[in-house]
T-cell receptor, first 111, second 112 residues
Framework: GENVEQHPSTLSVQEGDSAVIKCTYSDSASNYFPWYKQELGKGPQLIIDIRSNVGEKKDQRIAVTLNKTAKHFSLHITETQPEDSAVYFCAASLGSNQFYFGTGTSLTVIP | DTGVSQNPRHKITKRGQNVTFRCDPISEHNRLYWYRQTLGQGPEFLTY????????KSRLLSDRFSAERPKGSFSTLEIQRTEQGDSAMYLCASSLRPYGYTFGSGTRLTVV
């Protein structure tokens, strides 16, 4: 199956700064890459996703980039706010109904 | 619609007991998924239903685990003879397509 690695495991940034989280995947056949935000005691919430035929996607302060050749994808959050503090998970899918998740990044935005 | 609903939110059980969790997906979603999440880890796939048919099962789903979706609406996940290693958050998700899952808030199981 697919193997997804995620870095860093923890990240602290000052409010207003940018945050970048990186993931790599092992199976070149993976074609869908969602990012989820999980707050304490809640289920993961989809924040942005990208398909393998696109190199970059942006939604307001959040962007995702995909490098298929290198098999890595990244989440970029600009102008971070305290409410961005949460655990973020990347995932990869081979087009089946199963997602393979990374181990998560705990983001803390310091006011 | 209020999203994916899971009950109970928390369950504490003694080792060896059976437990059952319920998931009510978003009403128009025909796809339903169960995942398990242990502390500090990402969710791991357990099983997938399309309508009432269980189409995929993970190797994680041992013979002590069974999932059903009898009428293609709500789903139940049962764990028989619980073990301490079963302690985790059990997440349910639903979708219309194989993308863009909506997760519920999960059921946290503690086996003592």
């Amino acid at each position: 199956g697919e193997n997804v690695e995620q870095h860093p495991s923890t990240l602290s940034v000052q409010e207003g700064d940018s945050a970048v989280i990186k993931c790599t995947y092992s199976d070149s056949a993976s074609n869908y890459f969602p990012w989820y935000k999980q707050e304490l005691g809640k289920g993961p919430q989809l924040i942005i996703d990208i398909r393998s035929n696109v190199g970059e996607k942006k939604d307001q302060r959040i962007a995702v980039t995909l490098n298929k050749t290198a098999k890595h994808f990244s989440l970029h959050i600009t102008e971070t706010q305290p409410e961005d503090s949460a655990v973020y998970f990347c995932a990869a899918s081979l087009g089946s109904n199963q997602f393979y998740f990374g181990t998560g990044t705990s983001l803390t935005v310091i006011p | 619609d209020t999203g994916v609903s899971q009950n109970p939110r928390h369950k504490i059980t003694k080792r060896g007991q059976n437990v059952t969790f319920r998931c009510d997906p978003i009403s128009e979603h025909n796809r339903l998924y169960w995942y398990r999440q242990t502390l500090g880890q990402g969710p791991e796939f357990l099983t997938y239903f399309q309508n009432e048919a269980q189409l995929e099962k993970s190797r994680l789903l041992s013979d002590r685990f069974s999932a059903e979706r009898p009428k293609g609406s709500f789903s139940t996940l049962e764990i028989q003879r619980t073990e301490q290693g079963d302690s985790a958050m059990y997440l349910c998700a639903s979708s219309l397509r194989p993308y863009g899952y909506t997760f519920g808030s999960g059921t946290r199981l503690t086996v003592v």
